[in-house]
């Protein structure tokens, strides 16, 4: 064989490059939806207990905002990166088609559809484990699906586990149409809680047809005059002083903090999470901090409510991957009912 016989075609080298390489949200700094941009990044390579997910749609996290601001400045010391972003993609929240799997994955195979959840998510093709995956149900679009797993767990975490809500149990949600209390509410109600759920004028119609007993519209009425306690309250709307969630809480009863917004600027909101779960040692309520754990155990007691109809992801809008700069903006506004979504075609 002669050497220039060996010398590929200019036509396949680039069509191996392009193969390569992915389309993906990137950001090397921390700061405001403008940090975020798409670029040309390799495509992830997958370990033995692996799967390549061609992404058709990846949710967008309160967690992501977080990561994007480098705010507060504990989510940097928590291994972030103190002055940069240590990964430079972005998300977790994925659903798409099985591309590629590793040598240990027996449980899928390329070309199922899935949802779960996986490493920088916002991109053309994500890795994660196969135990964070589960195949989509037919009942989902992709965009619905991308939504469940990170606000999904959390909601089950900190209603199941941290409320320990049951049968009867009164529940408060705060900012329950939000990205957790949306999945909240539902959650709540299927366990056979009796659920009011508190939030803003424009999203009261969506938390009644969640399943939620009784609403009450934040921006009219102030909760610790309406002369109630509640047995638990699941609170994501992150703002509220500790002493008036002591005031509507049952005098044994249990809050559950979700979130860090709100605060200053080294600790946020975990500076009330803190604070809570001191004083909690002191008095007859008990007040916690919801830490959530990303577990594939979970996404599988998701799935099944899901399968149900006990649970219906809910959708504000999809934006494609070139506006998520759009996307984060609007999850700032506070507006969103739901969640968000990237389009990723």
């Known amino acids: 064989m002669s050497a ?14 392009r193969e390569a390489t992915m389309r993906a949200v990137v950001q090397d700094r921390y700061g405001g939806a403008d940090v975020l941009s798409l670029a040309d990044v390799a495509r992830p390579t997958i370990g033995d207990d692996e799967v390549l997910v061609r992404v058709r749609a990846a949710g967008i996290a309160r967690g992501d905002w977080h990561l994007m601001t480098g705010r507060p400045l504990l989510v940097r010391a928590m291994g972030f990166g103190l002055r940069r972003p240590k990964r430079p993609t972005v998300g977790q929240d994925l659903a798409g088609t099985v591309d590629a799997v590793g040598a240990k994955v027996t449980t899928l195979a390329p070309g199922d559809e899935v949802y779960g959840f996986g490493r920088s998510a ?5 890795a994660a484990k196969a135990t964070d995956l589960l195949p989509k149900p037919d009942r989902l679009s992709f965009e619905q699906a991308a939504t469940v797993g990170i606000s999904g767990m959390t909601a089950l975490q900190a209603v199941r ?36 759920a508190a939030a803003s004028t424009a999203k009261l119609e969506l938390v009644r047809s969640l399943g939620a007993d009784d609403v009450i519209d934040t921006s009219l009425v102030d909760l610790t005059r309406v002369g109630r306690r509640w047995d638990v309250i699941i609170d994501t709307a992150g703002r509220r002083p500790l002493r008036q969630v002591r005031r509507i809480l049952a005098p044994r009863g249990t809050a ?12 946020g909101g975990f500076d009330r999470h ?18 959530n754990a ?9 799935d099944e409510l899901i399968v149900s109809g006990k649970l219906t992801p809910v959708v504000d809008r999809v934006y494609p991957l070139a506006n998520v700069a759009d996307a984060m903006r609007h999850l700032e506004s506070g ?5 968000l979504a990237l389009g990723v075609a």
């Open 274 to 291: 803190f604070r809570a779960m001191a004083l909690s040692a002191f008095i007859g309520q008990d007040l916690k901090m919801l830490v």
């Open 335 to 339: 507006r969103v009912a739901g969640k």
């Open 161 to 196: 586990d941290a409320g320990k809500v049951g049968e009867g149990t009164s529940v408060l949600i705060t900012g329950a149409g939000g990205g957790v209390g949306t999945y909240a509410v539902q959650i709540a109600a299927s366990y056979g809680a009796r659920v009011t």
């Open 256 to 267: 559950v903090f979700v979130g860090g917004e709100g605060g200053g600027p080294i600790l």
């Open 294 to 302: 990303e577990l594939g155990v979970d996404l599988g007691v998701l």
């Open 4 to 17: 220039q016989a060996s010398i590929p075609h200019p036509s396949a080298v680039k069509t191996s490059v």
């Open 122 to 126: 916002y991109a053309e093709y994500a």
